[in-house]
């Protein structure tokens, strides 16, 4: 099912833009930067975009504000807003839309100034009224609440947890875009500040700016635009629950879903994934997304984690970036997993640079709710 | 049938019950599914034969956090109820508690409205 759609579109512009801290610069302006550059670098007018896919914290309808903040008449509107893996589920859409003629360029656009305008991680949620009396401060209460559940069922450790956090770290050191630089050790993040137990501050991805964008045409296109081409090989997405209250199990999430629909579009194994990019909100999304897409056993991320399987030089090569633990994390992740793997793909990652043909990128949204997982590959992946 | 003969929605009904002291959770009476929370169908299976009958109080702790601030520290905790639903709720007494810990359900008021809050149940 959906065969016909790998391979079919593919990723020719990505471009960031305030990443870290944007101060005196909007969110729509830096989703606007972002767009350009990306159209840019694709060698793409603007005037030729006519499929627009955004979704943001801060508009109530963000295709309108984007369609209208670069002047442009799409025929093709998709806004699915799953939060931070909306843009896993557009890339989907993209290539839906591109495949069926409904659009002949897709932008797939966001952006947030989150940091300097508040300084807090922007909810994802309007108040559920069965847990308003509580208290719970979404997301890190449900994230929190998935942790304490995880290592009480499977006897993984805060350390385990810490150790997610070290080896984004790593790999930020790497990356000179990513915003938290600089030595951490599993005793600095043991030691930071207890925000939501067990989850510390260094548990929690960074409050930061930023924009990013992504322009896709039909693979016949591509092949003839400014940069090299990277495919969407295979798509899918699935969703649990919308509060924490009603995710079946804290420990399994709809990754399992996600990762094996788009496992079967593409016609991969895991095995063949060269790099994997996991919506690191918190350190606990690592180790159940490893889980999940089948990277180890149920129960078996923390030891697989602590082992230094993820560090840089280890087993997988995991958030090269430094992820939203340390390089970036506006509110909405999701594109920036997109951007990393496709300057991976390209090989233009520079020092953090990773051998690699095929990437995974897997978004989480809402508290575990949403998630959406596609592949993407080299020409030689094709 | 005039309007204002009309039931409640589930959720006002719940909290109406609330207010009269009474912890009642839905079920269906040809499955007999339990719902929390309150709603209109049975999620995934669609009954709307629902009625309402009294919840037990009994529950345990399936997760658990405390919240720090600098207010101070409070538990936010999902408990699962003995009829099988799971709910958000606190842990009342104590900073935090374990899971599986064995709870029993009480009213209580929170900023004024009434909410169903547990206590350990060794401690009831």
Redesign the interface.
């Known amino acids: 099912m959906g065969a016909s759609l790998r391979g079919a579109a593919a990723i020719v512009g990505v471009a960031t833009a305030g990443t870290g801290e944007a101060p005196g610069r909007t969110a729509i302006e830096l989703l606007g930067e972002a767009a350009i550059a990306a159209l840019g670098e694709a060698g793409v007018a603007l005037g030729e975009v006519d499929g627009v896919f955004a979704a943001t914290g801060t508009h109530g309808v963000p295709v309108l504000s984007v369609a209208e903040y670069l002047g442009l008449r799409p025929r093709y509107l998709g806004g699915t807003n799953v939060g931070g893996s909306s843009f896993e589920v557009h890339l989907l859409q993209a290539a839906m839309a591109l495949q069926a003629g409904l659009c002949d360029v897709a932008l797939i656009a966001y952006g947030s100034n989150q940091r300097t305008a508040g300084g807090r991680l922007v909810s994802m949620s309007e108040p559920q009224w069965h847990e308003t009396p509580y208290r719970p401060r979404n997301p890190i209460t449900g994230y929190a609440m998935a942790a304490a559940r995880y290592m009480h069922q499977y006897g993984a450790t805060r350390e385990d947890l810490a150790a997610v956090a070290v080896a984004a770290r790593k790999w930020a050191n790497r990356n000179p875009q990513a915003f938290a630089r600089g030595p951490l050790s599993l005793q600095d993040v043991l030691m930071s500040r207890m925000v939501s137990d067990p989850l510390t501050v260094a548990d929690c991805c960074l409050v930061t700016d930023g924009g990013a964008a992504c322009v896709l045409v039909r693979a016949e296109r591509a092949r003839d635009l400014k940069q090299q081409p990277v495919y969407l090989l295979g798509a899918g997405a699935a969703a649990s629950h919308r509060s924490i209250v009603q995710m079946p199990d804290l420990t399994v999430t709809a990754a399992v879903e996600s990762g094996a629909r788009a496992f079967a579009m593409a016609g991969l194994r895991k095995d063949d994934i060269d790099l994997l990019m996991l919506y690191d909100a918190f350190t606990i999304n690592t180790i159940l997304f490893l889980e999940d897409l089948g990277y180890c056993p149920k129960g078996e991320g923390g030891r697989f984690v602590s082992s230094g399987a993820i560090d840089p030089g280890g087993a997988l090569n995991v958030n090269t970036n430094g992820g939203g633990l340390s390089c970036v994390h506006p509110g909405m992740y999701g594109l920036f997993l997109i951007v990393e793997a496709v300057s991976q793909l390209r090989g233009q990652a520079g020092q953090r640079q990773v051998a690699a043909e095929i990437a995974l990128c897997h978004g989480n949204g809402g508290t575990l709710a949403s998630q959406a997982t596609a592949i993407l590959g080299t020409q030689a992946a094709l | 049938m005039s309007d204002d003969a009309k039931p409640l929605g589930p959720?006002a009904q719940f909290k109406a019950y609330l207010a009269e002291g009474r912890f009642m959770i839905q079920r269906s009476r040809s499955s007999g599914h339990y719902v929390f929370?309150p709603r209109v169908a049975v999620p995934g299976s669609g009954e709307t034969d629902l009625e309402w009958v009294a919840a037990s109080g009994e529950a345990t702790v399936?997760?658990?956090?405390?919240?720090?601030t600098r207010e101070g520290a409070?538990n936010?905790?999902?408990v699962d109820l003995a009829e099988g639903p799971?709910?958000?709720?606190?842990i009342e007494g104590v900073e935090?508690a374990p899971?599986?810990a064995r709870l029993k359900a009480r009213i209580a008021a929170?900023?004024g409205?009434p909410?169903l809050v547990f206590d350990l149940a060794e401690q009831v």
Not at chain 2, 62 to 68: G, M, S
Not at chain 2, 86 to 90: N, P, W
Request: aromatic share 12%; hydrophobic share 45%.
């Open positions: 959720q929370y399936y997760a658990i956090t405390v919240n720090r409070y936010i905790a999902l799971r709910m958000m709720s606190r935090t899971i599986g929170i900023e409205e909410a």
